[in-house]
């Protein structure tokens, strides 16, 4: 059965709000889930580590105030993309590692973001 | 720098033949080694890894070699079948590190009926 569940799997927005993605562990406590960007026909590249009860960490490059990370509770993490623009718009994907010795990702459905 | 290189961008093979992936690091510090792979608008899926002390693993109709003085991997699936046909990503992981994969570019797998 799936490990970590994404909601919206899609959602289409206007310039200038902000959506907010959320990332559930199901049956798994998590204190670190990652937060992936995949732009069309690329790899898929690492935002940030949400960190249970403190502050996620951001990739360089990763703008901390566009992309609002939270993770209040061990089997809830959000993504809120702030004032929203059209190069925002791409598939963002959270995951939980399963194990810290083999490194094993458990990726959500992804989330397919849309800005007009 | 990209530590994780996956040189064929696409792969077309004919169905029942073999498919082979590969995957270079620059990292000798890796100790694992994933491939995952991925269909559009979802998730990747985990398939298969290894440990940089074994050369290979296999697993049903995947096998992943590794040749740790080339740095290289690869993935081979053996019949390939349609239902292949997707994005395949090879990531490398340093156990004592920071917990982060790389991941490498993909690679897209087409399986010809």
């Known amino acids: 059965g799936a490990v970590v569940s994404q909601h919206p799997s899609w959602v289409i927005c206007k310039s200038g709000t902000s959506v907010k993605i959320e990332c559930r562990s199901l049956?798994?406590?998590?204190?670190?889930m990652f937060w992936y960007r995949q732009f069309p026909k690329q790899s898929l590249m690492l935002m940030a580590t949400s960190n249970e009860g403190s502050k996620a960490t951001y990739e360089q490059g990763v703008e901390k105030d566009k992309f609002l990370i939270n993770h209040a509770s061990l089997t809830l993490s959000t993504l809120t993309v702030t004032s929203a623009h059209p190069e925002d718009s791409s598939f963002y994907i959270c995951s939980v590692m399963l194990g810290r010795n083999t490194g094993e990702l458990f990726f959500g459905e992804g989330s397919r973001l849309t800005v007009l | 720098d990209q530590q994780v290189k996956q040189n064929s961008p696409s792969l077309s093979v004919q169905e029942g033949r073999i498919s082979i992936l590969n995957c270079d690091y620059t990292n000798s510090m890796f100790d694992y080694f994933l491939w995952y792979k991925k269909y559009p608008a979802e998730g990747p899926t985990f398939l298969i890894s290894i440990s940089s002390i074994k050369d290979k693993n296999e697993d049903g109709r995947f096998t992943v070699f590794l040749n740790k003085s080339a740095k290289h991997l690869s993935l081979h699936i053996v019949p390939s079948q349609p239902g292949d046909s997707a994005v395949y990503f090879c990531?490398?992981?340093?156990?004592?590190?920071?917990?982060?994969?790389?991941f490498g570019t993909g690679t897209r797998l087409t399986i010809i009926p």
């Open positions: 049956d798994f406590q998590a204190t670190t």
């Open positions: 990531a490398a992981y340093y156990s004592v590190g920071n917990e982060k994969l790389t």
